[in-house]
């Protein structure tokens, strides 16, 4: 049976977000980044959709790697996370797969290995994120060593923002400074920008740019909203009314009463909830839609429901009416904000059975 709470990924606007990443992204090539089920946009519909329209699609790991190829996805594929092991390190040579490399180790095993078979590999440097990569003393011998190797086809460098989507960050400077020190002794191709530095940051552009969560239509900084940078929503999360009702003043509504009308008050309950992805956290006055109008949620969200305030004579609701969470005209970055979370991890977990 199905659910009332629905996604709707509009394809459409995925191929818009891309033309804006080609207009800020000079001629670099793009990496479409579609690790984590596509940010919950469904990993095989959006591999289909982009994979004759970048020059490669990035994934988190192995394993959703191999479920491209199995599915028959035959493009460019980069693995972030790289080969955790030997056997991995095989499947990327069966499948044709791009490795990062981030330590030090993972060349070694490069070394190590013997076959007719040949790879690109990315060395990642961490010039300050300090989460993946190699250190800047290390990095020129470990490209001559990549370089060395029979296995090894191709090397590209790669580094990562840890302040991007904050234009103030010093630290953003610094990472750019020490990645173009770099490049400066180094012929190979580079990725330095994700979605935010592709968006403020036209320096860190260099011959590949890897955005991933401009291309899902959602802004990655706190004073801009997705449509001020002509960015459409592609998931839209929906539902409909399956109950209306009045409140008297001074009544409290949900669990853990925590709103309480000020006013005799309309509410209708809607068919989503935590079990749905929506944000359990989502506080009173979190917006929602409900027939192109925008209401307010209030009272806590339950497994499977939510109360919104409707008390507005002008636009009528009823039972079946269609309500939008997010997408066209609420932006999800606004309900991550009321949520005390991202617009990621909503995208994420909502999305976990696209």
Not at 177 to 195: H, R, Y
Not at 261 to 287: F, L
């Amino acid at each position: 049976m199905k659910r009332s709470a629905r996604i709707e990924i509009n394809l459409e606007a995925l191929t818009h977000n891309l033309s804006v990443v080609r207009s800020y992204s000079q001629s670099a090539k793009i990496i479409a980044v579609i690790k984590a089920n596509a940010y919950g946009h469904g990993m095989l519909s959006v591999a289909r959709h982009l994979q004759e329209k970048v020059d490669a699609l990035a994934v988190a790991c192995v394993e959703e790697a191999h479920l491209l190829r199995e599915e028959g996805i035959a493009c460019r594929i980069v693995v972030l996370q790289g080969f955790h092991n030997q056997q991995q390190l095989e499947q990327c040579l069966l499948l044709n797969l791009e490795p990062v490399c981030h330590q030090r180790w993972q060349v070694d095993l490069l070394a190590q290995h013997a076959s007719d078979t040949h790879l690109t590999v990315w060395l990642k440097i961490d010039t300050g994120m300090h989460r993946l990569g190699i250190s800047v003393n290390d990095s020129a011998e470990l490209q001559q060593q990549l370089q060395s190797l029979s296995i090894v086809n191709e090397v590209k460098l790669m580094t990562h923002f840890s302040n991007a989507d904050d234009k103030t960050a010093v630290s953003n400077q610094l990472q750019l400074k020490v990645f173009n020190g770099l490049l400066e002794t180094s012929d190979l191709e580079a990725s330095m920008s994700n979605s935010a530095a592709i968006l403020s940051m036209p320096d860190s552009i260099k011959d590949w740019v890897r955005p991933g969560l401009m291309l899902y239509g959602v802004s990655p900084f706190s004073d801009q909203a997705a449509s001020d940078l002509d960015l459409r929503p592609v998931m839209l999360l929906k539902s409909h009314v399956i109950a209306t009702k009045t409140v008297a003043a001074g009544e409290a509504i949900g669990y853990g009463s925590c709103w309480t009308s000020q006013r005799e008050s309309q509410i209708a309950v809607v068919a989503i909830g935590y079990g749905d992805g929506y944000p359990r956290h989502a506080a009173n006055g979190t917006p929602v839609m409900i027939n192109g109008h925008v209401y307010s949620l209030v009272g806590r969200v339950s497994m499977d429901m939510i109360t919104v305030d409707i008390t507005d004579l002008d636009n009528p609701v009823a039972i079946g009416d269609d309500v939008e969470l997010w997408g066209e005209g609420v932006d999800v970055a606004e309900v991550a904000t009321h949520s005390g979370t991202i617009a990621y991890e909503l995208l994420c977990n909502t999305g976990k059975e696209q």
